[in-house]
């Protein structure tokens, strides 16, 4: 099976593999970015809880601790219904992109002109060191009616301005070993793939101020 090489900057070949499939639940970098917040939360809930119970009568410390308690199990329930889970599958006609409560967007290789892995360092709370990884699909320049014929882009598209072209992004989880995974996994997808792109850490003014979409979305 021929596959296209890293660095190729030719234009797309014809489609070499059958097809294929790849599943990405969450990795540990989003189990812990989900659910530290609601631990962190339980053990300070149980240390009003140690404290208030040392007397009699019941202290107001101790059901402030029983009501923070009941809210960070709820907060972790939720984020486990969050958890992200998506799916690539590819075939000869194109790539098909699904991720919870997005909708499923299906793009035909003719009218893409670059897929690949992107890679960036970020921290999560400006503390922690993560890398979030994305599969990039970039559409070839502008052609007629794509955004008609795939109104679902709207959920996944980032418009990227300060890289100067268009981008249609789904992320895929965080840490390299993830990164890796999705770039063996579509080195037998396309010739139109790339492989991995690198980019600069992010770099944000104000803690927060990283755009972040509801659901699976999330962008640079």
């Known amino acids: 099976m021929r596959t296209h090489p890293t660095g190729s900057t030719s234009g797309p070949d014809p489609v070499t593999a059958d097809g294929g499939i790849v599943r990405l639940g969450a990795t540990p970098g989003e189990y812990l ?22 007397s ?35 075939n000869r006609g194109g790539i098909t992109l699904q991720a919870r409560r997005l909708p499923t967007l299906a793009l035909p290789w003719s009218e893409l002109g ?15 060191p993560r890398t979030r990884v994305w599969l990039e699909c970039q559409p070839l320049d502008q052609p007629a009616g794509f955004d008609t014929r795939h109104p679902e882009l709207a959920d996944y598209e980032s418009p990227a301005a300060d890289e100067g072209y268009r981008a249609v992004r789904l992320m895929v989880g965080l840490g390299n070993r993830r990164a890796r995974r999705v770039d063996m996994a579509l080195r037998r997808a396309n010739p139109t793939y ?14 927060g101020a990283g755009t972040r979409q509801r659901g699976a979305r999330l962008h640079p």
């Open 114 to 128: 670059v897929v690949r892995t992107v890679v960036q360092p970020d921290r999560l709370w400006w503390v922690l």
């Open 194 to 207: 790339r492989g991995l792109r690198h980019l600069p850490p992010a770099r944000r003014s104000r803690p």
């Open 56 to 90: 009699r009568p019941v202290r107001p410390v101790t059901i402030v601790g029983l009501v923070l308690a009941a809210i960070c199990v709820v907060l972790a329930l939720l984020e486990v219904r969050d958890l992200p889970r998506r799916t690539i599958r590819w």
């Open 33 to 54: 970015s989900a659910f530290l917040p609601s631990f962190l939360g339980l053990c300070l809930a149980w240390l009003l809880i140690a404290v208030g119970g040392l």
